[in-house]
């Protein structure tokens, strides 16, 4: 086989939150450098090229599958997501060269971190003789002790974070821009039922990109939606997107941290005490027609039995061999790690089939019952 040799300098970090306390696998964030701080674009295994990248490793997530299934869905829906492709990682510290087996990390995926750019986030940067016009990326997550970053917590509560501009960069107009267009979106959304409601939710979200993110967030059942890992965005004068999606390794029945969010049962949105936005979107007549109608079409295509099996079963496939050397260098399997529900098979197949068991009759519930959200 052929083989791609590509030698850079880079700068590499340790990333993430509760992987990077509690998980012996850690997750990596690495750039591509001409020098020590000049940053350079780089195309990594077919995917365009940048200067920023994740190294993720799936650890609690057994079946190494539900980050890129996730994605994969996204993407044939027709929203960027992160691309990624499978590696084995080797990886040392220090100025010697220890045995391959010494420096073996397991499987990884390299990923395209979530930034503004031609071939991710694509909203336009800071424009204008100050920068009083931007696009925005924000979410929901815990605040990264590493880095300083600009957050605020709009009138009703929801706490949010600014992953672009970032902290050095937002002025005092960016922050009361996103500060009010948030502020009033959702007293949009906890007026919709109301006669005398001032100004529709529809004038200030895309909402067709919130429909496709409930979608995958209730076929999912992702214990961290609207809490952690949330992303949106927004372009100059434009209206709010969800998305991209991001680390739903927490999904699919993988996990214990709600009483309900491993059943096949039962709706995401409704979990939490207080209504999320979609718990307000889904009271809108014209937001439930369309998103009846929209899952019953993707049933026929990118959510069918077939695409989700054929998907499955070749990524499966394609890891059999590569398996067995991640699963020697981490004795996962058949083990209960933080965040794992009660059931934990013994072997690598078995993971993978308890995904496949627990995604098609999540889909089967969803067809029986959402006629009810009508």
Not at 42 to 63: A, F
Request: proline letters at 4%; one cysteine or more.
């Amino acid at each position: 086989a052929d083989h791609l040799v590509l030698e850079s300098l880079i700068g590499i970090e340790v990333r993430g939150h509760s992987s990077r306390e509690f998980f012996p696998k850690k997750q990596y964030g690495f750039e591509f450098r001409r020098g020590r701080r000049s940053q350079i674009a780089v195309p990594v295994l077919g995917m365009p090229k940048e200067s920023d990248w994740i190294l993720y490793g799936p650890y609690s997530d057994k079946s190494l599958l539900r980050n890129q299934l996730t994605f994969f869905l996204a993407d044939q829906m027709g929203h960027y997501a992160s691309r990624g492709r499978f590696v084995e990682l080797f990886l040392h510290e220090g100025t010697t060269t220890p045995p391959l087996e010494e420096a073996y990390r397991g499987i990884y995926i390299v990923l395209e971190k979530i930034k503004v750019g031609k071939h991710r986030v694509d909203i336009s940067k800071m424009q204008g003789d100050s920068g009083e016009q931007t696009g925005y990326i924000l979410k929901m997550d815990r605040l990264d002790p590493a880095n300083e970053e600009y957050s605020f917590t709009t009138a009703r509560g929801t706490h949010l974070i600014s992953v672009y501009p970032r902290i050095e960069d937002l002025n005092k107009a960016h922050k009361d821009y996103i500060e009010q267009y948030m502020d009033d979106f959702e007293n949009a959304l906890v007026q919709i039922q109301s006669e005398e409601q001032a100004q529709s939710y529809e004038d200030y979200i895309d909402v067709g990109s919130f429909i496709d993110f409930m979608i995958i967030g209730e076929l999912s059942k992702s214990v961290d939606l609207f809490r952690m890992s949330t992303f949106m965005h927004m372009d100059m004068n434009g209206t709010l997107k969800m998305g991209p999606l991001w680390d739903f390794n927490q999904a699919y029945g993988n996990s214990a941290y709600h009483p309900r969010s491993s059943r096949i049962s039962g709706w995401r949105f409704r979990l939490e005490g207080e209504p999320s936005w979609c718990g307000h979107l889904v009271k809108a007549p014209h937001f439930a027609e369309a998103l009846v109608t929209r899952w019953r079409e993707l049933r026929l295509s990118v959510l069918s039995d077939a695409t989700l099996l054929d998907f499955l079963d070749a990524h499966a496939a394609l890891l059999e061999e590569a398996q067995q050397r991640n699963f020697s260098r981490w004795p996962v399997l058949g083990r209960r790690l933080l965040g794992n529900p009660a059931s934990f098979p013994k072997t690598y197949q078995g993971e993978v089939e308890q995904l496949t068991v627990w995604l098609l009759n999540r889909t089967r519930w969803i067809d029986a019952h959402i006629g009810e959200l009508l």
